[in-house]
């Protein structure tokens, strides 16, 4: 059984920042999806713990940023340069795949979600 739990969501001004945090008890591929009300879930960012680029949603380029700290089972989301848009529930998932396939997925790929954190950017 894979636990995910996501932490660090908070309220942000435009252009600020927020990092959040997913701890993973395992799991190869964990990517970061966001919900905003009324809206499809959407993939953010992907990241493989054996290695290998990451890959982001053409929405988030360039200001944020998906990590790996295998010692302790985290993964982050470095988000920079927030916009009101990026206001959503985030949450991370997992699942078991090669890095060739760790990329921005559609959220049914995904076996395994935490509960999400709430992130809020007010203009």
């Known amino acids: 059984q894979v636990q995910l739990a996501e932490s660090g969501g908070d309220s942000a001004q435009a252009g600020g920042s927020l990092r959040l945090s997913c701890a993973a008890s395992?799991?190869?591929?964990i990517s970061w999806f966001r919900q905003a009300p009324g809206k499809e879930r959407e993939g953010v960012a992907s990241i493989h713990r054996g290695g290998g680029s990451p890959y982001y949603a053409d929405s988030v380029k360039g200001r944020f940023t998906i990590s790996l700290d295998n010692a302790k089972r985290a993964v982050y989301l470095q988000m920079n340069t927030l916009q009101p848009e990026d206001t959503a529930m985030y949450f991370c998932?997992?699942?078991?795949?090669?890095?060739?396939?760790?990329?921005?997925?559609?959220?049914?790929?995904?076996?395994?979600w935490g509960q999400g954190t709430q992130v809020t950017v007010s203009s």
């Open positions: 395992s799991g190869e591929c």
């Open positions: 998932a997992a699942d078991f795949w090669g890095s060739e396939h760790c990329r921005i997925r559609s959220p049914r790929d995904f076996r395994y």
